[in-house]
């Protein structure tokens, strides 16, 4: 049985911040102690919509920053958000004021693995999925990582690549489909070059689930680790509703269906079953 | 001092609050929010004879007040569930209710045979909004015959002392009628209700959103739909417990159930939405209680059917 | 150039955006509002023969993403009715599908000879989702056999150039089995769906809300069980033009029902939530069909049941 | 056919002002030409709960006062509500701030008769009901009537009777359920004498159906015109839904469950079925 974060808390969190960075939110909340034990993939889970919502399920994001120990003693942790504006929930959220207050849960989920030895990693991210990697590429350094990155999405606006979150990096490429920043493609088209030019020996992604698998094939090819951050509908972000799950090869070889949000978000890139939304793949666990 | 204790036939409870079947995980997972032993009990996820994967993804949709379902009772199967899940909320003192799910009436035998005499389990739901396999995947609850057939089957197989509460599907055309079959058959109590079969559209890829198309509806927005089946089938059958769910999300909520004829309350979607939501629920429903003057959580049970002229 | 027209039979009306039943009170009061022109078709209140005062207030209660409401089919009768509110209408050049309600089977038969011919009337929707008095209060179309007699008896009582449309409850078992007994009775088409049976209790006086304690539940809160049930009787009736309702408030919810069958659209509650809601729906659901790449309205009905390889 | 107020319109009302008086809140909105088309009696219905909300039905505010005319030409009309923040609909429109836009049908429903030849007027409220009274009083008062007054409420702060709003009234009188103002007792006590002192000819009244039906009772002994401004709960407000009946005799003495959102809110008294909540009254058309 695998287990909910066993540092998640529920709060009611602040905005300390909001501010309109090319198509998202770069959003501040003010979160007690939660700040203090969030590691780089963790993810908090929000309530949307208000009072008399209509919205009855929580949102999840994924940690962009935890800000702690930098701060004077005694004050209030910090997490910080990226927030697409895409349905009625982020739309709601990224439309909060300062001095609001948002019920968060967190932090919660897996994190990025971090490598015992220093490595060359190779961070890879589509769209908001960049927010995540930021922080663990400053983690990575400290640690003696170098760090290359990779950023794509549908166009420039929608590259989050703050100047302050390129400081612990080596090297920064962009993708974008429309061609209208950094390279025009998909950052998969980018991957065999930079990996072979920087000798990369582990990915760490966040992005799409197409994007994901297409790095993962990219990642067999090369035999690279890949730690990969998915994305599944998530219904409780905790562990007790079964909607987030997708085919896992656990360590005895058996593929079940594993809850994204316990089990992941950061997940063994080479142990998921990738492609499998609308059918169970064959020979997975009570199938 | 309010008493709070509510009877399921042969078994007490400190308190009527209970988590929803399929809507709490192991348990372990709500544990860290706030002790478990502040419910009345955990409502465990139905369980099956053996391992099951669950329907594909995507299984869930937000729907207006609400989400559909899709999980297909993924679940270990009832010997790692036992040995697992069972083993973990007992040492944890725990009050158990156990759900159990069948593809046949000769599965609810099997699976009652495993769970006659447990400690700390103090009653039995049967979940027969079930599809049959043996019938066409028709659901078990929805047709007098296979409902009766189940829980028959289940009563041969468990003991007096254990209370077996038959959970009924709301999509029927008389739910008084399966409520009486049920009960004949050998029910002590009904749970009420199952989520209520529904589909959404995904309008960009213009296909059922969910996997396996339909799913099952629940939250608030089925809230009037429960509270219309408990006040039906409590009218039909005063004296036979019911655990009232469907869309109660605070103590106002479950205070309504109550009122038309609940005696016990599991709270499900709500704990997506919040995982503290059961205590929420547990200590509004108390005040709303005491400020109305019930000293006892029983009197207020079904209270809503009272004559016109009281 | 999109074409927006749609077939219910025999008849054709320029786009498929209709109002419900009950829910645009004569027409004239929504006048103010938008020309009614814009509209496929008015959907009048249902009509009884004699004058009749409706249910008691309370007759309404808000829900999550919902109502509930127990009007009890308050009206003036069929003379008044053609006298006034139909009069009214064809001279504002609107066309007109009347919706009728009978306590008796023969009820059926006599309003369907009363409205047969008239001009601009292009429907006759059939709402046999009443309590049959001759039968305890069931209500018609919830078992095979009333919902058969009811439909047989309009059948012989109009020719073939007005489209006969049985409208169906969805508090049944299996609304296939429903729609395919009205189908064979002489039904050309569907409404799908009424309201869905529900109860709200209030908490303050501890009695069911409404006057009559149950009512029907309508809006966005029912919106998965009207996809489910036009996408059921659709994949079992695919020839049956069928008109969708229950929650429709925008182009996209429309949009939902017509993916699962809907050749026309019918919004009732989301009328009271915004008198300009059936425009707002209207020029919604033209520009996501167009987006999307459709040339003809009628190629989106009953698009999401292609096959998975598509 | 009795037809909606055909001065109705749908705007996209702007918040001018929310302030918190007593209980209530007394609002101003920029609300374009429907001030110059609201008459002492009528309301608006406006949509609460914003963009994701579980809230379908629209909420009815009597309109406390219209201005139009005194204001420069060219600047939109503004119309100023008293809301009792109590449910979750009430409680957001409540909570709007300046600046943010409401969804507002009007000007609906009848509104109260004017005599055409000047009278003693004598105008009950019972809580937030004296909102729609001050703009009357100040009518009356230009047509050469005397008005007085008279306002109840469980309490001192539910009283609802602004120093500008007493401008155009004789005398006013308060009473409280607990005596924290006023003469201890309901309005209904205080009428007799008031109606004696000031010879009262007509009384106009708004607030809650008890209290109604006990003015009635006075007006038929005192043998008076009785103007009365009723409040069922109404899911639309135009006259489509048929929620918000009260039986109420017609000129052809035939009771009729009548829609006081298009009949109503006034009404004269005398025709209404008081208590007839919960069964409809025998001899009603169609019963
Ligand atoms: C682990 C994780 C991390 C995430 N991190 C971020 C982040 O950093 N920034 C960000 O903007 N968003 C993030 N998302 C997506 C976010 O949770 C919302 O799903 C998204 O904002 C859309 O919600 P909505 O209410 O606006 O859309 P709606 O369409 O109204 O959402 C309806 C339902 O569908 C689900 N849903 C819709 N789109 C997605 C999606 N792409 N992935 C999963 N569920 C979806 C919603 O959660 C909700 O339950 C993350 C999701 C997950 C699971
Ligand atoms: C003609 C008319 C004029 C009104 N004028 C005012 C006014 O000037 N100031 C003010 O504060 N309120 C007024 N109201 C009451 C107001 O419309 C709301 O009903 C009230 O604010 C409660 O709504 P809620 O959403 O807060 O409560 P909720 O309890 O959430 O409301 C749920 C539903 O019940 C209905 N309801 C609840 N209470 C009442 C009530 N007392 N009367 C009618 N329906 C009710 C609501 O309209 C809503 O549909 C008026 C009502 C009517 C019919
Ligand atoms: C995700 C999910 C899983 C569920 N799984 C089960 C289940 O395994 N067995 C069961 O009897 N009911 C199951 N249900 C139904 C709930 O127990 C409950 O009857 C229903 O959801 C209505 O209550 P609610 O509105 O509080 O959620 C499930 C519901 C949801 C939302
Ligand atoms: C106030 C009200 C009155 C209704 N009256 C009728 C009616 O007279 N005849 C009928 O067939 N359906 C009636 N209905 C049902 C609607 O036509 C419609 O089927 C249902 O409300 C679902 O659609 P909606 O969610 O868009 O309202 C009524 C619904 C409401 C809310
Ligand atoms: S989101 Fe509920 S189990 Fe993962
Ligand atoms: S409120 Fe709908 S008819 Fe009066």
């Known amino acids: ?287 | 001092m309010f008493d709070f204790s509510t009877k399921l036939s042969s078994s007490t409870l400190s308190n009527p609050i209970l988590t929803a079947s399929g809507c709490a995980g192991s348990g372990k997972e709500l544990s860290q929010f706030f002790p478990l032993t502040e419910l009345g009990a955990i409502v465990t996820k139905s369980i099956m004879l053996k391992p099951r994967s669950g329907r594909a993804t995507p299984r869930m949709a937000e729907t207006p007040s609400g989400m559909l379902n899709s999980i297909g009772l993924q679940g270990p199967g009832i010997d790692l569930f036992l040995e697992n899940d069972i083993a973990w909320l007992q040492e944890a003192g725990v009050k158990i209710i156990v759900s159990i799910a069948g593809e046949t009436v000769d599965d609810y035998a099997a699976l009652a045979r495993r769970v006659r005499s447990l400690p700390n389990v103090v009653g039995l739901e049967v979940n027969i909004s079930c599809p049959n396999v043996e019938n066409r995947g028709m659901v078990f609850s929805c047709q007098p015959d296979t409902a009766r057939a189940a829980i028959e089957n289940v009563r041969r197989n468990v003991g007096n002392d254990l209370p077996i509460i038959a959970k009924l599907s709301p999509d029927v055309t008389d739910i008084s009628l399966i409520a009486r079959e049920v009960v004949s058959a050998g029910a002590d109590g009904l749970a009420l209700i199952n989520t209520v079969l529904g589909m959404v559209i995904d309008v960009n890829t213009m296909r059922p959103k969910l996997a396996q198309k339909t799913g099952g509806l629940s939250g608030p927005a089925i809230r009037p739909i429960a509270v219309r089946a408990i006040y039906q089938v409590h009218a039909a059958l005063p004296k036979i417990p019911i655990i009232g769910m469907g869309g109660v999300a605070s103590g106002k909520d479950a205070l309504e159930l109550v009122l038309a004829g609940a005696s016990a309350i599991s709270v499900g979607t709500a704990t997506f939405g919040n995982p503290t939501a059961v205590i929420k629920v547990k200590e509004e429903l108390k005040s709303l209680l005491v400020e109305r003057g019930f000293e006892k959580f029983s009197d207020a049970v079904g209270f809503a059917h009272r004559a016109e002229s009281n």
């Open chain 1, 1 to 287: 049985m695998s287990s909910i974060n066993p540092r998640a808390v529920q709060i009611e969190a602040e905005v300390v911040s909001n501010k309109k960075v090319g198509a998202y939110h770069h959003m501040v909340f003010s979160v007690e102690g939660m700040a203090a034990s969030a590691r780089p993939g963790n993810f908090v889970a929000i309530s949307v919509g208000g009072e008399s919502t209509g919205l009855v399920l929580r949102r999840a994001f994924a940690i962009y920053r935890a800000t702690d120990k930098s701060l004077p003693a005694g004050s209030n942790g910090l997490i910080e958000l990226v927030i697409a504006p895409h349905g009625q929930g982020s739309t709601w959220l990224a439309s909060r004021q300062v001095h609001e207050k948002v019920n968060m849960v967190g932090p919660l989920g897996t994190s990025f693995g971090i490598p015992t030895e220093p490595v060359r990693a190779l961070l890879v991210g589509g769209g908001y999925g960049s927010a995540p990697l930021f922080g663990l590429a400053e983690l990575l350094k400290s640690r003696g990582c170098r760090v290359d990155m990779v950023l794509g999405a549908s166009s420039a606006g929608k590259i989050y690549a703050p100047l302050e979150g390129k400081r612990s990096v080596s090297s920064m490429t962009i993708t974008t489909d429309d061609g209208s920043a950094g390279l025009q493609g998909r950052v998969s088209d980018a991957l065999p070059q930079l990996i072979e030019e920087n000798e990369s020996e582990i990915i760490y992604s966040c992005g799409p689930m197409a994007m994901l698998q297409a790095i993962q094939a990219i990642a067999d090819k090369y035999n690279l680790l890949h730690q990969a951050s998915v994305e599944e509908s998530m219904a409780c972000g905790i562990g007790v509703c079964m909607t987030c799950v997708v085919p896992l090869r656990g360590s005895d070889g058996v593929v079940r269906m594993s809850r994204t949000c316990i089990d992941g978000p950061v997940m063994d890139g080479s142990n998921v079953i990738w492609d499998s939304q609308r059918r169970i793949p064959e020979g997975t666990w009570g199938a």
